[in-house]
């Protein structure tokens, strides 16, 4: 039995895949430019030489796409547990605690109300210096809520992927995520709110599979890795090198599984548009 | 068809029933019935404990076992006038994924299932059981019928996970399965859930949304195969026992995080040992669980199933 062809989740907790750090000054990863602080600020958290999407977490995203001071942050006080009791090479309340140590934020998402150019937004935004983005519990629970809160306020619901996928140290209530997710969506769907899927580098695994792919309008940002297996995981089923872009938003977008590729700088105004356009035809 | 295949816990008990089968051939010769009578005691005895105490490792073995039986076995024994649709109508029919109509009990009903082949040849065909996209969507346009017509779906979870190939990446094998997860958690017909091997992350929940969650006593459902775990997050494929332990995969586990509703007895010695035993326990709980169903009114049903899967997880807070 080909057990080895299973796919993984593809969680990479190694320093490269962490969100870009904070300091007075970056280095490129793609070009070596070294980016001054106010200067990255003002692309957005892009090279302003090559257009590299730097990974940014919740709070940069939301400085970049919400209007200043609008976020109300909600659920901030629902946390991981460890229903499994879970431990691997450490347990799994060692990595949580670490976790928020090191990126002091809630988990791998951060959900709040806010407003886009003046309109009232639900907004969720995952992080992926966050054991990887990873999905448990308090992703799905929070992303439900989020969505609630839209159908409560009649607002339109935008949501940022950044995910490896399922967290595995939740084993089985991770997966059922999924499920729990994409029903919030068919409820926002009776509602006829727009949900906006915008899905960032890495996106793969449950996310994949369940909101990032179910958003009326899918917006992905350039180059970002985008799929349900993870790329290694691909090689070594079909024993082949895979071919330049695979798997990237370019290639999505051609293959028909979204609707556009947006620049950082530009996104805040596109996504305006777009809800306006989709909210304008409620009656 | 059967592969005689013995898992090594099995060892003891083959053994003595091979000591029993010797005896026989010399019963006529001496009189010694008797002595095959208490040995034919004692390997029931040993069965009985041995499966008793199964770690979560030795039933996903159980589970992997190329004698269990698969969704079409179960289509055609626990079901009559099974009629198999094929295709997703748009690229190409994915054996990895049947499906069709039926009657359980005399009411008709779509069922669809994970399939996985026999031998080479049909393992082959059918992918190990490991669906492309087209899987998911021949799935979709059965569950889109099955509320057409309001027709009860059954469906039967048994696969290593969706295929992590270049095609199927290609294809969108994501959005293939999240669009069955939104479709399945408002269709407006009931939907019995059967996990009946393994039931392997998304993979096996592109077709896993529904009212009642039942389980076969030695499958495994989780977010991943143990031996993938093992190798991320050991860094090794030889932690594969204790990947098993820690994910809690086993249909105990996951009727009290309650992720699963019911837990369906195998017979004594597991499914590939005495199948018809196991489909005429199978039919008889999905007649009832759907006689449960069909009580309730569609408006309450979606409502509940949503309610369900809302209320899936564990936080603080
Ligand atoms: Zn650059």
């Given at each position: 039995m080909a057990w080895f062809l299973r796919k993984s989740k593809n969680i990479n907790e190694s320093s490269t895949?962490?969100?870009?750090?904070?300091?007075?000054?970056?280095?490129?990863?793609?070009?070596?430019?070294?980016?001054?602080?106010?200067?990255?600020?003002?692309?957005?958290?892009?090279?302003?030489?090559?257009?590299?999407?730097?990974r940014i977490g919740s709070n940069k995203y939301v400085d970049v796409l919400l209007d200043k001071g609008s976020f109300n942050e909600m659920d901030a006080d629902v946390r991981s547990a460890d229903p499994l009791k879970f431990v691997d090479t450490r347990p799994y309340t060692a990595r949580l605690k670490e976790a928020y140590s090191r990126t002091s934020l809630p988990d791998a998402v951060t959900t709040g109300m806010g407003t886009l150019n003046g309109r009232s937004v639900a907004f969720g935004c995952m992080n992926f210096g966050f054991i990887g983005g990873s999905m448990g519990s308090v992703v799905g629970e929070k992303f439900v809520r989020a969505g609630r809160r839209a159908i409560e306020t009649s607002s339109p619901f935008i949501f940022i992927s950044a995910s490896g996928g399922a967290r595995m140290q939740e084993a089985a209530l991770s997966l059922m995520q999924l499920a729990k997710t994409s029903a919030i969506l068919t409820e926002l769907a009776d509602a006829r709110l727009p949900y906006i899927s915008i899905v960032t580098d890495p996106t793969t695994g449950g996310v994949s599979a369940s909101f990032a792919m179910l958003g009326d309008v899918i917006i992905a940002e350039p180059k970002a890795l985008i799929g349900f297996a993870g790329p290694r995981v691909i090689e070594q089923t079909i024993r082949k090198k895979l071919p330049e872009g695979f798997q990237r938003s370019e290639f999505l977008l051609e293959h028909g599984f979204v609707d556009?590729?947006?620049?950082?700088?530009?996104?805040?105004?596109?996504?305006s548009a777009i809800i306006e356009l989709l909210m304008g035809g409620r009656r | 068809m059967a592969t005689n295949t013995t898992l090594d816990f099995e060892k003891p008990i083959v053994e003595l029933e091979q000591k029993i089968a010797e005896m026989r051939s010399l019963a006529d010769a001496l009189d010694i019935q008797p002595?095959?009578?208490?040995?034919?005691?004692?390997?029931?005895?040993?069965?009985?404990?041995v499966y008793r105490e199964l770690t979560r490792w030795q039933r996903v073995q159980i589970a992997r076992h190329p004698d269990r039986p698969y969704t079409l076995d179960y289509l055609t024994h626990c079901f009559d006038d099974f009629i198999e649709l094929h295709g997703d109508r748009a690229y190409r029919d994915d054996p990895a994924i049947v499906g069709g109509l039926a009657t359980l009990d005399g009411s008709p009903v779509i069922v669809i299932g994970h399939q996985k082949g026999r031998d080479t040849k049909s393992n082959l065909r059918r992918n190990f059981g490991m669906p492309n996209p087209e899987g998911y969507r021949k799935a979709y346009r059965l569950l889109s019928m099955a509320e057409k017509f309001g027709i009860p779906?059954?469906?039967?979870?048994?696969?290593?996970?969706?295929?992590?190939?270049?095609?199927?990446?290609?294809?969108?094998?994501?959005?293939?399965?999240?669009?069955?997860?939104?479709?399945?958690?408002?269709?407006?017909?009931?939907?019995?859930?059967?996990?009946?091997?393994?039931?392997?992350?998304?993979g096996a929940l592109g077709i896993g949304v529904g009212d009642r969650i039942l389980m076969l006593e030695n499958a495994w459902y989780s977010v991943i195969a143990p031996e993938s775990c093992s190798s991320i997050l050991w860094r090794?494929?030889?932690?594969?026992?204790?990947?098993?332990?820690?994910?809690?995969?086993?249909?105990?586990?996951?009727?009290?995080?309650?992720?699963?509703?019911?837990?369906?007895?195998?017979?004594?010695?597991?499914?590939?040992?005495?199948?018809?035993?196991?489909f005429n326990t199978l039919r008889a709980v999905l007649t009832e669980e759907l006689k449960d169903l069909s009580a309730v009114p569609i408006e309450s049903l979606v409502h509940n199933r949503r309610e369900k899967f809302y209320a899936m997880g564990v936080w603080a807070g």
């Amino acid at each position: 039995m080909a057990w080895f062809l299973r796919k993984s989740k593809n969680i990479n907790e190694s320093s490269t895949h962490r969100e870009m750090p904070d300091g007075l000054w970056t280095k490129c990863t793609e070009c070596s430019t070294i980016i001054y602080r106010k200067e990255l600020e003002e692309h957005a958290f892009t090279c302003p030489k090559c257009d590299h999407h730097f990974r940014i977490g919740s709070n940069k995203y939301v400085d970049v796409l919400l209007d200043k001071g609008s976020f109300n942050e909600m659920d901030a006080d629902v946390r991981s547990a460890d229903p499994l009791k879970f431990v691997d090479t450490r347990p799994y309340t060692a990595r949580l605690k670490e976790a928020y140590s090191r990126t002091s934020l809630p988990d791998a998402v951060t959900t709040g109300m806010g407003t886009l150019n003046g309109r009232s937004v639900a907004f969720g935004c995952m992080n992926f210096g966050f054991i990887g983005g990873s999905m448990g519990s308090v992703v799905g629970e929070k992303f439900v809520r989020a969505g609630r809160r839209a159908i409560e306020t009649s607002s339109p619901f935008i949501f940022i992927s950044a995910s490896g996928g399922a967290r595995m140290q939740e084993a089985a209530l991770s997966l059922m995520q999924l499920a729990k997710t994409s029903a919030i969506l068919t409820e926002l769907a009776d509602a006829r709110l727009p949900y906006i899927s915008i899905v960032t580098d890495p996106t793969t695994g449950g996310v994949s599979a369940s909101f990032a792919m179910l958003g009326d309008v899918i917006i992905a940002e350039p180059k970002a890795l985008i799929g349900f297996a993870g790329p290694r995981v691909i090689e070594q089923t079909i024993r082949k090198k895979l071919p330049e872009g695979f798997q990237r938003s370019e290639f999505l977008l051609e293959h028909g599984f979204v609707d556009r590729i947006v620049h950082r700088k530009e996104l805040r105004q596109e996504l305006s548009a777009i809800i306006e356009l989709l909210m304008g035809g409620r009656r | 068809m059967a592969t005689n295949t013995t898992l090594d816990f099995e060892k003891p008990i083959v053994e003595l029933e091979q000591k029993i089968a010797e005896m026989r051939s010399l019963a006529d010769a001496l009189d010694i019935q008797p002595q095959i009578e208490e040995l034919e005691a004692q390997v029931e005895i040993l069965r009985a404990n041995v499966y008793r105490e199964l770690t979560r490792w030795q039933r996903v073995q159980i589970a992997r076992h190329p004698d269990r039986p698969y969704t079409l076995d179960y289509l055609t024994h626990c079901f009559d006038d099974f009629i198999e649709l094929h295709g997703d109508r748009a690229y190409r029919d994915d054996p990895a994924i049947v499906g069709g109509l039926a009657t359980l009990d005399g009411s008709p009903v779509i069922v669809i299932g994970h399939q996985k082949g026999r031998d080479t040849k049909s393992n082959l065909r059918r992918n190990f059981g490991m669906p492309n996209p087209e899987g998911y969507r021949k799935a979709y346009r059965l569950l889109s019928m099955a509320e057409k017509f309001g027709i009860p779906v059954m469906c039967f979870l048994d696969t290593p996970g969706a295929y992590p190939g270049l095609e199927a990446e290609e294809r969108g094998q994501a959005e293939a399965i999240a669009r069955n997860l939104f479709l399945m958690a408002q269709l407006k017909t009931p939907i019995i859930i059967t996990v009946i091997g393994e039931g392997a992350s998304g993979g096996a929940l592109g077709i896993g949304v529904g009212d009642r969650i039942l389980m076969l006593e030695n499958a495994w459902y989780s977010v991943i195969a143990p031996e993938s775990c093992s190798s991320i997050l050991w860094r090794s494929w030889e932690y594969k026992e204790q990947a098993a332990e820690a994910l809690k995969l086993t249909a105990p586990d996951l009727q009290s995080v309650g992720v699963i509703d019911r837990i369906v007895n195998e017979p004594v010695g597991g499914a590939h040992r005495s199948p018809v035993a196991m489909f005429n326990t199978l039919r008889a709980v999905l007649t009832e669980e759907l006689k449960d169903l069909s009580a309730v009114p569609i408006e309450s049903l979606v409502h509940n199933r949503r309610e369900k899967f809302y209320a899936m997880g564990v936080w603080a807070g």
